[in-house]
């Protein structure tokens, strides 16, 4: 089964996943498709208020940052990673439920990213808004380092995601039965 979509201008069909046998959701993935992650940069960029930095968590928003970062002319961008590595000195963690995965993760920044961000304007951009948790856990850390976050957005809000006034996004993403539709 597949939910068939325009996203920035584009179709794409997406493949639906089971999470229970009563919830499935259509998986976005951007990775791989440079058209789809090159539109809806644009698109984004121009919803955004002015920012400093942009922060992602790892791994599913990383082209789009990274392309949003482009576009936009900045040369920085952060992606708070699922653990510490060797390079990250000071590190700074917290945990996340996400709905696709299966386990609780943690995302780390280290002190460059920290210092980054600290008295900066930071934007909050991910692929996919469904349970906010992962929102949750960065605005965690943009928190606790000391950075001021000007805007949450994502391509798509997914489930309850729909109804929340505190994220920009491109489009809603409903979530299914079992059987394909579409749960109201």
């Known amino acids: ?13 997406l493949p639906l996943c089971k999470v229970s046998d009563d919830l499935y959701i259509a998986a976005f993935i951007m990775f791989g498709d440079v058209e789809i ?3 809806c940069a644009r698109e984004l960029l121009k919803k955004a208020p002015e920012f400093d930095v942009l922060i992602t968590a790892e791994s599913k928003g990383i082209p789009l940052l990274y392309e949003m970062a482009r576009q ?25 439920d ?3 995965t299966a386990h609780q993760q943690r995302l780390c920044i280290g002190e460059e990213e920290a210092n980054a961000m600290k008295g900066k304007r930071v934007l909050v951009v991910d692929d996919v808004i469904s349970t906010g ?13 000391g950075g001021n976050i000007v805007a949450r957005m994502s391509v798509l809000a997914e489930g309850d995601a729909v109804k929340r006034d505190d994220i920009i996004y491109l489009a809603p993403l ?9 749960i109201k």
């Open 98 to 100: 996400s709905i696709t």
């Open 37 to 39: 992650t090159q539109n």
């Open 133 to 145: 948790e992962s929102l949750a856990a960065l605005e965690t850390l943009i928190h606790s380092v």
């Open 1 to 13: 089964m597949d939910y068939r979509m325009e996203i920035a201008g584009v179709e794409r069909s």
């Open 72 to 96: 936009s002319g900045n040369n920085y961008y952060i992606v708070a990673r699922k653990e510490p590595k060797l390079y990250m000195k000071n590190v700074i963690s917290t945990t996340v």
């Open 174 to 182: 409903p979530l299914f039965h079992a059987d394909g539709t579409e």
